[in-house]
Nanobody, 115 residues
Framework: QVHVVESGGGLVQPGGSLRLSCEAS????????MAWYRQAPGKQREYVAIITGASSINYKDSVKGRFTISRDNAKNTMYLQMNSLKPEDTAVYYC?????????WGQGTQVTVSS
């Protein structure tokens, strides 16, 4: 069982920045494939970015150049640095961990971009 906890959400003005954190339990954190998803009101959950255990990275097209995903294996933590935020980035952001054929989700953290 992997316990996943997100933090760092909040209210920010358009053009602002936030950094989300995702802490995941377990001895094999460095091998976890980890991703960020988000779900806006009335919409389906969508993929945002992914980082593998080998630190291969991929982003959703609409966040490329604005968001940066990274991980610190010594701290069992993954990050999402979000810059130049837009109102359409407003959503609950979820951390996803894939390991051993199983997937784990956090409870989500709310990001609201509004003036």
């Amino acid at each position: 069982q992997v316990h996943v906890v997100e933090s760092g959400g909040g209210l920010v003005q358009p053009g602002g920045s936030l950094r989300l954190s995702c802490e995941a339990s377990g001895r094999f954190f460095s091998a976890y494939e980890m991703a960020w998803y988000r779900q806006a009101p009335g919409k389906q959950r969508e993929y945002v970015a992914i980082i593998t255990g080998a630190s291969s990275i991929n982003y959703k097209d609409s966040v490329k150049g604005r968001f940066t995903i990274s991980r610190d294996n010594a701290k069992n933590t993954m990050y999402l640095q979000m810059n130049s935020l837009k109102p359409e980035d407003t959503a609950v952001y979820y951390c996803n961990v894939l390991y051993g054929g199983l997937t784990y989700w956090g409870q989500g953290t709310q990001v609201t971009v509004s003036s």
